[in-house]
């Protein structure tokens, strides 16, 4: 019973570096999304996917894209680090589409930009 | 917009007290509304969740959530804190007719639990 699994779970970047953090799931989900956790402010939607080579943006979307080309992969890209986006970063997926479909979510990947 | 709002962002408990996380939401008609729960250096998991059928709803672990509309509340209870119950705990609130993108999420509370 894997579920959510992302990699890596600790990471440090410098200022403009690149990085991918990977998700990957074995439910079978359509339905998948990026949050950022960060101190006094919850999840905050960052980029999601209601299918296989079908993203969208959510609420935080600058800095970060996305791509879906399998069911089970959905992975975040960073494309030139910033401090702002030192972050406890969480995929998630969902069987359904709806608002009442409850999301698993993965360990999280602890990310911080110097 | 729907918003939910948690009072407390930290509470603290006794080992077999009452636990009582509070949640208030803003929408026009009534939503579903989750509880999720976070473990250290865990990703979040679902405790409960209200979608419209009866307005007590049982979790895992023993929590329920009672859902108020006049009070537009949904707050956590538990009867008997467990040293395990300390974590950090999300509310969360989607409208109807909306996509588990526009899932919107509280701040968090987190409960500690002292022997």
């Known amino acids: 019973n894997a579920g959510v699994t992302q990699t890596p779970k600790f990471q440090v970047l410098k200022t403009g570096q690149s990085m991918t953090l990977q998700c990957a799931q074995d439910?079978?989900?359509?339905?998948m999304s990026w949050y950022r956790q960060d101190p006094g402010m919850g999840l905050r939607l960052i980029h999601y996917?209601?299918?296989?080579?079908?993203?969208d943006q959510g609420e935080v979307p600058n800095g970060y894209n996305v791509s879906r080309s399998t069911t089970e992969d959905f992975p975040l890209r960073l494309l030139s680090a910033a401090p702002s986006q030192t972050s406890v970063y969480f995929c998630?997926?969902?069987?359904?589409?709806?608002?009442?479909?409850?999301?698993?979510f993965g360990n999280g990947t602890r990310l911080t930009v110097t | 917009a729907q918003s939910v709002t948690q009072l407390g962002s930290h509470v603290s408990v006794s080992e077999g007290a009452l636990v009582l996380l509070r949640c208030n939401y803003s929408?026009?008609?009534?939503?579903?509304l989750f509880w999720y729960v976070q473990y250290p250096n865990q990703g979040l998991q679902l405790l409960l969740k209200?979608?419209?059928?009866?307005?007590l709803v049982k979790g895992i672990n023993g929590f329920e959530a009672e859902f108020k509309k006049s009070e537009t509340s949904f707050h956590l209870t538990k009867p008997s804190a467990h040293m395990s119950d300390a974590a950090e705990y999300f509310c969360?609130?989607?409208?109807?007719?909306?996509?588990?993108?526009?899932?919107?999420f509280g701040t968090g509370t987190r409960l500690l639990v002292s022997p």
């Open positions: 929408s026009s008609v009534p939503p579903y």
């Open positions: 998630a997926s969902t069987p359904g589409a709806g608002g009442n479909s409850p999301l698993h």
């Open positions: 439910m079978n989900h359509e339905y």
């Open positions: 969360a609130v989607s409208e109807r007719n909306t996509g588990f993108q526009k899932l919107v």
């Open positions: 996917s209601v299918g296989a080579g079908i993203t």
């Open positions: 209200y979608t419209s059928a009866a307005t």
